[in-house]
């Protein structure tokens, strides 16, 4: 029996998430199926858009049980509406920023988190006290590229992330990273490699 994985994305922006890129993480292991908000924030980039997100992704966690979801992964690091999305339905939901620090920490002695812009900073220094790994944060960097702008030009946005995952390294002696933004999906191998091309073997 297939298990089918709902991704909720919690943006009203049409095509941000594309479905070869779901089936590609699910292949002959679990379906995956999404779903997208139809009112709310064109993307993400700080606590007003987050919590202006909260109904319809809720809507949407609730749409997925009645449908026959076996579990729901919200496609955001803001993890918005993860404990409330919780209360409505009986199947897990899953917040990708809280899955990222708990394997973090297991992977590392520090972690550092490499988001699109500053402002969004305070939001996963909270999320780490409120997930119990405070002490396994080593920073919050930021690329500067806003989330509807990461794949206008894919070199640069790698470019910023190595710049920032090796100013993690070298000051902020972080062992293991984050990406701070689901739209970064499959940056991570660009990043290992240029990493390891600098000398640091860092899991992504």
Do not use: W
């Not at 990222?100 to 972690?111: D, E, N, Q, R, T």
């Not at 990461?150 to 470019?159: S, Y």
């Amino acid at each position: 029996m297939s298990i089918n994985v709902r991704v909720v994305t919690p943006i009203t922006t049409k095509g941000f998430r594309r479905t070869e890129d779901l089936n590609a993480i699910g292949e002959n292991i679990f379906t995956v199926s999404h779903s997208e908000i139809d009112i709310g924030p064109g993307s993400i980039e700080c606590e007003y858009d987050e919590a202006m997100s909260l109904p319809g992704t809720i809507l949407k966690i609730i749409d997925a049980e009645k449908e026959g979801c076996d579990a729901v992964v919200i496609d955001c690091m803001g993890d918005p509406g993860l404990h409330s999305g919780r209360e409505c339905v009986s199947i897990p939901v899953i917040g990708p920023c809280e899955t990222a620090m708990h394997y973090a920490s297991m992977l590392g002695h520090k972690f550092s988190v490499i988001t699109v812009l500053e402002r969004i900073r305070p939001m996963f220094e909270n999320q780490s006290k409120i997930y119990g790994v405070p002490d396994k944060l080593a920073s919050v960097r930021a690329v500067d590229i806003p989330v509807l702008e990461l794949e206008d030009d894919l070199d640069r946005t790698v470019n910023h992330l190595t710049e920032q995952a090796v100013e993690a390294v070298e000051k902020d002696h972080s062992d293991v990273m984050i990406f701070g933004c689901t739209g970064l999906l499959g940056c991570a191998e660009a990043l290992e490699k240029n990493l390891k091309a600098k000398g640091y073997i860092i899991p992504v």
